[in-house]
């Protein structure tokens, strides 16, 4: 009898720290199984996030980590290895000068970058593509390494993970926009479909190397993206299955090719950007990527991104200043405040207060060169100082330490006229 309640109570207890156990890690560690010999899909409900009282930028990052659909052209760069998605150290070092050739030796495990920064208002979750070769049919169109991204919002809500409403992507120098309406695209963006969601997951498409239009690596909302039958219909489905896995088929549409990709914080790839540089390294520059085939640092980083369609444009903007990017380019934007309660990836914090007089119009350079238009800086008639948008009187700006900034003023006939500016720089790196 003692024998039995021994054993009961031995179990009772052994329930009781089960339950415990399951309470304490709760929202600790996404759920994640597998399906058919891969890994499933990793979910992440917010009463999980949650579990610990705090909503991580880690969790963000795994609760909208996008599904890929992205095309591979097998005429080209290996048979299509050069459309696979990998990490820039995919070759076990972090040199980019040996990268194009590295393709060739070395197994392509699917990484995603995440960066997550925080407004007022929204979440903007950031995922990032590498790619060591862009390819093409003719050596113009080559270069070593390629990196491009996209960018989500989502309305911050205490109750819990709600949908994005807002994509901007990036492709050689270009970044277009996607969304529903009632939003509307301002003049000089460019809109180029809307959005496409899997659950909270935003679905995005990937072209492949080649010249054809919107080729290259490209991002584009899957929901009205470029057909791909002119590279034979073949491509990848990447997932956030929490495993770096190679394309273990690419041949035929995209849904029959499932490959589970694993996040990392572009922190990593970010640490960098300072240096050391030149070859043997991963940057050129600090806004290049080391490459010595078919052009020499031919590929960017986010930081180094011009954004050549918008009349707002500036340099890295894409990263380092989300809320600007979007504000200037999306019209209708009854509730998104532009002022930031966490932002880590801007390197430089803007500030502006006042003028001392209310008729000149302020300009803001950077090593010499304008960045600000004449809409940018707006004077109120006191003599307070803001930059265009709500809540705006901070510009988040990427460049090196060393950059120099600048505030000066211009008569209306474009002179410069004497003018004291209350004004800061802050280095944030």
């Not at 999980?48 to 097998?74: C, F, K, Q, R, W």
């Not at 495993?243 to 849904?255: F, I, R, S």
């Not at 460049?399 to 900034?405: F, H, I, L, S």
């Amino acid at each position: 009898m003692r024998t039995l309640l021994f054993a009961v109570a031995a179990a009772a207890a052994g329930g009781l720290l089960f339950l415990l156990w399951r309470y304490l890690l709760k929202g600790r560690f996404p759920r994640q199984g597998r399906v058919s010999g891969r890994p499933a899909r990793i979910e992440l409900s917010f009463e999980e996030a949650m579990g610990d009282g705090v909503l991580s930028n880690e969790d963000l990052a795994i609760h909208y980590a996008p599904e890929v659909d992205a095309a591979v052209n097998t005429m080209i760069s290996c048979g299509g290895r050069g459309d696979f998605v990998a990490a820039v150290n995919f070759d076990g070092d972090w040199a980019c000068d040996n990268n194009w050739d590295g393709l060739k030796d070395h197994p392509l495990k699917a990484v995603v970058y995440w960066t997550v920064q925080r407004t007022k208002t929204h979440w903007l979750m950031g995922y990032y593509f590498y790619h060591p070769r862009d390819d093409g049919e003719f050596a113009f169109d080559r270069h070593e390494n390629d990196l491009e991204g996209s960018m989500f919002a989502a309305p911050i809500s205490e109750k819990g993970f709600t949908k994005p409403e807002i994509l901007y992507t990036e492709g050689h120098g270009g970044v277009p926009f996607f969304f529903e309406p009632p939003y509307t695209i301002r003049p000089g963006s460019h809109r180029d479909g809307g959005l496409l969601l899997d659950g909270d997951r935003p679905v995005i498409y990937i072209t492949p190397n080649g010249i054809v239009r919107h080729c290259g690596h490209s991002i584009e909302s899957a929901k009205d993206h470029t057909t791909y039958a002119y590279v034979g219909n073949n491509g990848v489905h990447y997932y956030h299955g929490g495993v770096a896995e190679e394309p273990a088929t690419y041949k035929g549409p995209y849904h029959r090719n499932r490959c589970s990709y694993e996040l990392r914080s572009l922190q990593e790839v970010y640490d960098r950007r300072n240096g050391p540089l030149g070859d043997g390294c991963t940057f050129g520059s600090y806004g290049a990527f080391r490459g010595n085939r078919y052009g020499v640092d031919r590929a960017n980083p986010p930081w180094g991104w011009q954004n050549k369609t918008s009349p707002y444009r500036l340099q890295g903007s894409f990263l380092s200043d989300p809320a600007w990017t979007m504000a200037r380019a999306v019209d209708g934007l009854k509730n998104f405040s532009e002022a930031y309660t966490d932002n880590p990836w801007a390197d430089w914090k803007i500030s502006v207060r006042s003028m001392d007089r209310t008729d000149a119009v302020p300009v803001l350079y950077r090593d010499g060169e304008a960045v600000t238009g004449g809409d940018w800086l707006i004077v109120g008639d006191d003599g307070s100082l803001r930059f265009l948008g709500t809540d705006r009187t901070v510009l988040w700006c990427a460049g090196p330490k060393d950059t120099r900034w600048e505030m000066k003023a211009f008569d209306q006939t474009g002179q410069p006229v004497p003018c004291r500016i209350d004004w800061a720089a802050e280095y944030q790196g």
